[in-house]
């Protein structure tokens, strides 16, 4: 079982930039693939980005495409998520989250990721 821990959150004026970190402890980390959703008040959760084990395979949801970068050090156990232009759409709690082993490639949605973090909080004023 893998437990994840997010920092880096905080708050940030519009076009300003944050990079939250996903810790993970257990062996298997760098086994799996890695995602980063957020969830806003009153909204459902919403993927944001997600990577590959080995680094080789990246995917976006399209509202941050060209803004965000995943990225991971597996001998570090960790994700990061650089965030650059944030908008204060943005304003979510983020959280990351590991792939489901055999779940639908390339998916975004929440029931194939598990072993939730308890997320950060970013803010971003107008």
């Known amino acids: 079982q893998v437990q994840l821990v997010e920092s880096g959150g905080g708050l940030v004026q519009a076009g300003g930039s944050l990079r939250l970190s996903c810790a993970a402890s257990?062996?298997?980390?760098?086994?799996?693939?890695m995602g980063w959703f957020r969830q806003a008040p009153g909204k459902e959760r919403e993927f944001v980005a997600a990577?590959?084990?080995?680094?080789?395979?990246?995917y976006y949801a399209d509202s941050v495409k060209g803004r965000f970068t995943i990225s991971r050090d597996n001998a570090k156990n960790t994700v990061y998520l650089q965030m650059n232009g944030l908008k204060p759409e943005d304003t979510a709690v983020y959280s990351c989250a590991c792939k489901i082993p055999g779940s639908t490639v390339y998916s975004k949605e929440p029931s194939d990721f598990g072993s939730w973090g308890q997320g950060t909080q970013v803010t971003v004023s107008s």
């Open positions: 990577i590959s084990w080995k680094s080789t395979s990246t």
């Open positions: 257990g062996r298997t980390f760098s086994t799996y693939s």
